[in-house]
């Protein structure tokens, strides 16, 4: 009922800014409960940051004053803008609608040192 397509990744030099989009179909799109995971080579799919009720946003540790979390209901479409990337930010980037728990197929995210 729900598809998520993830865009926007790509290879960045560390210290540079992409930002990555979630287009959402299917059924009724909410940036109040959307999210974004990322998983690194040879590690476990961790959680980076999340829209809930209210537009409230939350973030990791490893990527708060970095990470920016938004979304467009117009487009139906989640953001995350990353600002100063560091090598260990590399790894496969996810959405995830929270109130169905669907995932997108994920972009790939390479931050050279």
């Known amino acids: 009922q729900v598809q998520l397509v993830e865009s926007g990744g790509g290879l960045v030099q560390a210290g540079g800014s992409l930002r990555l989009s979630c287009a959402a179909s299917?059924?009724?799109?909410?940036?109040?409960?959307m999210g974004w995971f990322r998983q690194a080579p040879g590690k476990q799919r961790e959680w980076v940051a999340q829209i809930i009720s209210g537009g409230r946003t939350n973030y990791a540790d490893s990527v708060k004053g970095r990470f920016t979390i938004s979304g467009d209901n117009a487009k139906n479409t989640v953001y995350l803008q990353m600002n100063s990337l560091k090598p260990e930010d590399t790894g496969v980037y996810y959405c995830?609608?929270?109130?169905?728990?669907?995932w997108g197929q994920g972009t790939q995210v390479t931050v050279s040192s």
């Open positions: 995830r609608n929270l109130a169905s728990g669907y």
């Open positions: 299917g059924s009724i799109f909410s940036i109040n409960a």
